[in-house]
Each structure stands twice: as C-alpha cells, then as structure tokens.
Nanobody
Framework: QVQLVESGGGLVQAGGSLRLSCAAS????????VGWFRQPPGKEGEFVAA????????YYADSVKGRFTISRDHVKNTVYLQMNSLKPEDTADYYC?????????????????WGQGTQVTVSS
C-alpha cells in the first residue's frame, strides 16, 4: 500500500509557475513509477507526465512538453511537477499516482495508488 499526498496547487496568473509535490511515507516508494494526471473542469482526465523509479526516464504529454518538468527526490520520498509558463487551459485538479515496477505508465488504469488531488487554477 502506498499513500500519496499532493500539495502545491493554487491560483496563479497565466505565464506564472507552480510546483506540485507528491509525497509518500513508504520507503519502497523509490521502486515506484509515478505519474501525474489532471482533470479539467467538466472534462475527462488526462495524462500529464510520468517518471520511472530511478528518475532516469520521464515522459510528457505533448500539451505540457517544454513547460512542465517531473523529477523525484529519493531522500525526501517525493515526486515533483514543476509547471512553468502556465496557461488557462492548464486549470484542473492534478493527481499523482504510483505503481510498483514495470514500465512507466501513461494511462490511468496502469496505476494502483492515487492521491487526493490538488487544484490548480490559472487565470488569464
């Protein structure tokens, strides 16, 4: 079982930045691939970014490539999503998810553990 806690969401103007955090208490978290997903208001959820256990492989949705960076700190047992050049269309509830082993997943059903989400609102 992995418990995930997201933080860092908030209200920001277009062009601004936010850093989301996904913290886990389990020491085995370093063996997990972690993904960030988001659900815009009234829309389906979508993949944002993912990182493997070592942190050596990362993947991004085309819509955020070049603006968002996913990283992890094994000492702090935390995965981050640095979001720069934010746009109003980035407004959504953001969720982190984790799975043990395997390849990095880009689809929600590939993940077993989910956080409660953090809200990001980008004003124009």
């Amino acid at each position: 079982q992995v418990q995930l806690v997201e933080s860092g969401g908030g209200l920001v103007q277009a062009g601004g930045s936010l850093r989301l955090s996904c913290a886990a208490s389990e020491r085995t978290f370093s063996n997990c691939s972690v993904g960030w997903f988001r659900q815009p208001p009234g829309k389906e959820g979508e993949f944002v970014a993912a990182i493997n256990g070592s942190g050596g492989s990362t993947y991004y949705a085309d819509s955020v490539k070049g603006r968002f960076t996913i990283s992890r700190d094994h000492v702090k047992n935390t995965v981050y999503l640095q979001m720069n050049s934010l746009k109003p269309e980035d407004t959504a509830d953001y969720y982190c998810a984790a799975r043990y082993g395997g390849s990095v997943g880009r689809v929600n059903y590939e993940y077993d553990y989910w956080g409660q989400g953090t809200q990001v609102t980008v004003s124009s």
